[in-house]
Antibody, heavy 120, light 110 residues
Framework: QVQLVESGGGVVQPGRSLRLSCVASGFTFSTYAMQWVRQAPGKGLEWVAVISYGGSNKYFADSVKGRFTISRDNSRNTLYLQMNSLRAEDTAVYYC?????????????WGQGTLVTVSS | QSALTQPASVSGSPGQSITISCTGT?????????VSWYQQHPGKAPKLMIYEVSDRPSGVPDRFSGSKSGNTASLTISGLQAEDEADYYCSSYTSNSTVVFGGGTKLTVL
């Protein structure tokens, strides 16, 4: 069955960096686009970034552009989110999700999420 | 990238029907048939309920249906059941090649 397992969350000071990982199983990872979505405590969903199945196309929310990078290693079935210059407002549960492509906005499987807390 | 507009809350009694609206612009909801709806129970990951405006993934009851008119998409749940009580979010692909979510709607089953 399809599984997405995020890791790498934790408590980090403002201005520092953190890298999240999402390991996929149960499907052919290299044929799907992948997305990151976050949810601040008690708040709604906020889209963060998407990467195409081959990794050549990447798009970001304005709120993270220039600070966050998305990448993938299809040989390891793993998606990454490199988060730099973290701010208090980046505190959230970060979900990875599978999508058919970068244009469909059809997130059909989600991980359980990993919590990132940015605090001094 | 302004969030799509959803009502903060809706409610209905078991067996009734409710509709949740999702209003965007011609650059997102109105411009593409890539509108999705997600259900999220407390402490859980979101679950895809509707994609491409009106298609249902396998396993989603046909009590859930979606539609779109102009810049507004809608999710209708008929025959409300207690387990439908949850938060619901719409999303859309945008002309900037990004994705935008709605602010979310809390559904209460009375």
């Amino acid at each position: 069955q399809v599984q997405l397992v995020e890791s790498g969350g934790g408590v980090v000071q403002p201005g520092r960096s953190l890298r999240l990982s999402c390991v996929a199983s149960g499907f052919t990872f290299s044929t799907y686009a992948m997305q990151w979505v976050r949810q601040a405590p008690g708040k709604g969903l906020e889209w963060v970034a998407v990467i195409s199945y081959g990794g050549s196309n990447k798009y970001f929310a304005d709120s993270v552009k220039g600070r966050f990078t998305i990448s993938r290693d299809n040989s390891r079935n793993t998606l990454y989110l490199q988060m730099n210059s973290l701010r208090a407002e980046d505190t959230a549960v970060y979900y990875c999700a599978r999508d058919r492509s970068t244009v469909t906005s059809r997130l059909d499987y989600w991980g359980q999420g990993t919590l990132v807390t940015v605090s001094s | 990238q302004s969030a799509l507009t959803q009502p903060a809350s809706v409610s209905g009694s078991p067996g009734q029907s409710i509709t949740i609206s999702c209003t965007g612009t011609s650059s997102d909801v109105g411009g593409y048939d890539y509108v999705s709806w997600y259900q999220q129970h407390p402490g859980k990951a979101p679950k895809l309920m509707i994609y491409e405006v009106s298609d249902r993934p396998s396993g989603v009851p046909d009590r859930f249906s979606g539609s779109k008119s102009g810049n507004t998409a809608s999710l209708t749940i008929s025959g409300l059941q207690a387990e439908d009580e949850a938060d619901y979010y719409c999303s859309s692909y945008t002309s900037n090649s990004t994705v935008v979510f709605g602010g979310g709607t809390k559904l209460t089953v009375l």
